[in-house]
């Protein structure tokens, strides 16, 4: 059954601009173990690219209650273009600079911020919401395919051959991505955001503080937040060691690098696929623990078995927990929060979630000096395992239904 042309054309957009990142998700740690092998400096580039949900995400979400949602991820997608344009003129004059991989990527990271939360709100302007597990479950199986799958086997592949062909292809999908958002229909801000017409500096700031009340007050979306952050905490703690860890002890070539890492990305998007149907009969609070514990269950296997063919399978597993998660905290989201405070609470949720990608990737590099990557991911695992015992058990499926019926009514109750 589709979705509509108009939902055809976000999830072509975010396709194309999911293939760039999949390729720079392959290309970039393999440019940057050709300059150097200190763990850090490796694992610093996510803190390079997710820095920017620090700085700019609140604003981020203002923007996409204020303006036109299709242009913000038009302009976001061009400036990704842009920014691995230019790595490409570098590498094309033969200057291998870390400093420059590291620019490319914090100006990709930037326009992130603008593009990823603008699509999110998207959705419920396109589909009914009997429709948003079905649309969401297509946009992350369509994103967990090409980003971790396709795009880091072609990303590994076009690297072996040229960095100027992998890097080149990543600045075009990045400006195919624009030229589809561009193709959607305008998106202005709601008539319940009064503030819409108003760009004043204090009415910015008041309209940010607005939207980050209203996620904070939410206590079902912080607790969301708070096992989300957890788990993407010490996802970025291992992920960023994971290129030593891999092309190191457990000893698989470059050329092969991609191949390893997409694989768990089919895990997504089976988990995406089948979110529709295994959210509603386990319940989005059983999912929540799956999303924290069979990961940290990945990290002790990754960390200790040296076996290829395990690891493979528990980073499998973990991604279609991790999949299913998504599913269900995008819909909680989309289906309580008002469309005219969307983008700002989807700013404040990202904030907490994202938010911890580069402290995560910062802590992965210490302890990766310092223990080696083999013993930081048994801590990672540990350490996540705590955080469910502490965040998840607070985040019932009695609780997800309780808070929809309240919006439900809420939302009655104004039409009224």
Avoid at 15 to 44: Q, Y
Avoid at 64 to 86: K, P, Q, T, Y
Avoid at 179 to 202: E, I, V
Avoid at 225 to 238: E, P, R
Wanted: charge should be positive.
């Amino acid at each position: 059954m589709t979705l509509g042309r108009n939902f055809t054309k976000l999830w072509w957009s975010q396709g194309l601009s999911n293939l760039g990142d999949g390729l720079v998700l392959a290309a970039v740690p393999l440019l940057a173990v050709t300059m150097t092998r200190d763990p850090l400096l490796v694992a610093g580039l996510s803190v390079a690219q997710f820095l920017p949900w620090l700085v700019f995400t609140l604003p981020a979400g203002a923007l996409a209650d204020r303006i036109d949602r299709r242009l913000i991820m038009v302009a976001g997608n061009l400036v990704r273009a842009v920014g691995f344009g230019l790595l490409v003129l570098t590498l094309v004059a033969d200057v291998r600079s870390i400093a420059v991989l590291y620019l490319a990527v914090f100006l990709a990271g930037t326009a992130e911020t603008l593009v990823d939360n603008a699509a999110l709100t998207v959705p419920p302007r396109l589909v009914q919401r009997a429709d948003l597990e079905r649309a969401n479950g297509r946009l992350f199986a369509t994103q967990s395919a090409i980003n971790n799958f396709i795009g880091p086997t072609a990303g590994a592949a076009l690297f072996a051959m040229s960095a100027v062909m992998v890097f080149s292809s990543t600045a075009g999908l990045f400006a195919l991505g624009a030229l589809a958002a561009f193709m959607l229909p305008r998106m202005m801000p709601t008539a319940t955001d009064t503030s819409g017409d108003k760009h004043t500096p204090g009415e910015v700031v008041r309209s940010i503080r607005e939207g980050w009340s209203y996620f904070w007050n939410h206590r079902l979306l912080r607790r969301v937040a708070f096992i989300s952050g957890s788990i993407n905490l010490f996802s970025s703690a291992t992920g960023g060691l994971l290129v030593l860890l891999v092309t190191g002890p457990l000893g698989v070539s470059a050329s092969w690098y991609g191949l390893f890492i997409a694989i768990p990305a089919v895990g997504a998007v089976l988990g995406s696929l089948i979110a529709a149907r295994v959210v509603p009969a386990i319940g989005g609070g059983l999912v929540t623990w799956l999303a924290a514990l069979v990961p940290a269950a990945s990290y002790v296997v990754l960390g200790l078995s040296g076996s290829i063919v395990l690891s493979e399978v528990v980073m499998f597993l973990a991604a279609v927990a991790t999949a299913l998660n998504q599913i269900v905290v995008s819909t909680l989201r989309q289906a309580v929060v008002p469309d005219g405070l969307l983008g700002r609470v989807t700013a404040g949720y990202r904030l907490i979630v994202l938010g911890a990608v580069p402290v995560g990737a910062l802590l992965g590099g210490g302890l990766g000096r310092w223990l080696g990557p083999e013993t930081t991911f048994v801590v990672c695992g540990v350490g996540l395992t705590a955080a469910a015992v502490v965040f998840a058990s607070r985040v019932t499926t009695r609780a997800l239904r309780e808070a929809e019926e309240t919006a439900r009514a809420e939302a009655s109750e104004a039409v009224a």
